[in-house]
């Protein structure tokens, strides 16, 4: 995601504001797309996980709850989100049998991935809208390349609007967080677009806020499901561990 932009700015207020504006609807699509998305809960379930543009963490409980064995890298670009992701921690520590660690950085510092080291699932919650229309291919190829064959992507995001309200909603948004933020993107890449070139199809979708925002599990086609109603297991690659650990980007 764009290192430009500084979110720790509106760390604090950030849960607090979503709330406001949208009431319930940003986490159930992201609750309902890791429901969807990631492997149903069992013993032998470790799964690899890549979280993007995580924010202030809250999501961590919802993986863990589904997959208590999740082995989670967390890749935030913002050392204010990372705080307050770390302080959430200090309340709700990892699980016995989990792993995660933190780390400040972006797609970008995975551009050196090792093949053993590649995820088993990506999720990527409210953070490609980051992205201009240049910059998003590179970013989702990236992505992509750390991703295991098959692997799900679960994405939830606002949706492309050409008029009508969704559109201001965009608008006004993209204003808000130039403002405080610093973001210079000021309009909604076509990130669906972005990801079918590359041959991602939706294997499960679904609406939320009168179609603002959309929630997503993404396959190729044809690849074999292994969600919350398909376990997975003997997943063995190592995943680097540091706790609550934050390691700056290179």
Do not use: K
Request: net charge positive; glycine share 10%.
């Amino acid at each position: 995601m764009p290192v430009s932009a500084d979110f720790g700015r509106v760390a604090g207020v950030y849960d607090l504001l979503a709330g406001l504006v949208f009431g319930s609807a940003l986490r159930r699509a992201q609750r309902a797309a890791l429901a969807a998305g990631l492997p149903a809960r069992a013993l032998n379930s470790a799964p690899r996980v890549l979280v993007l543009g995580g924010g202030t963490g809250w999501l961590l409980a919802d993986i863990w709850r589904q997959c208590p064995g999740a082995r989670v890298l967390y890749l935030e670009a913002s050392d204010g989100m990372l705080a307050r992701t770390r302080a959430r921690l200090r309340r709700h520590p990892v699980p016995p049998g989990a792993a995660l660690e933190l780390r400040q950085g972006t797609e970008a510092d995975l551009a050196d991935l090792h093949p053993d080291e590649r995820f088993d699932v990506l999720i990527t919650f409210f953070v490609l809208d980051c992205f201009s229309a240049a910059e998003l291919p590179a970013a989702l190829a990236r992505l992509d390349a750390a991703r295991q064959p098959g692997a799900p992507w679960l994405v939830a995001d606002f949706r492309p609007a050409r008029r009508g309200w969704r559109r201001a909603l965009l608008a006004a948004m993209y204003w808000f967080f130039r403002l405080m933020s610093g973001l210079q993107v000021r309009q909604l890449p076509p990130w669906p677009a972005a990801l079918a070139a590359l041959g991602l199809r939706p294997a499960w979708r679904r609406h939320y806020y009168g179609g603002a925002v959309a929630a997503l599990v993404l396959r190729e086609a044809g690849a074999r499901t292994t969600t919350a109603q398909t376990a997975t297991a003997g997943n063995t690659g190592a995943l680097p561990v540091t706790g609550a650990g934050m390691r700056p980007a290179g």
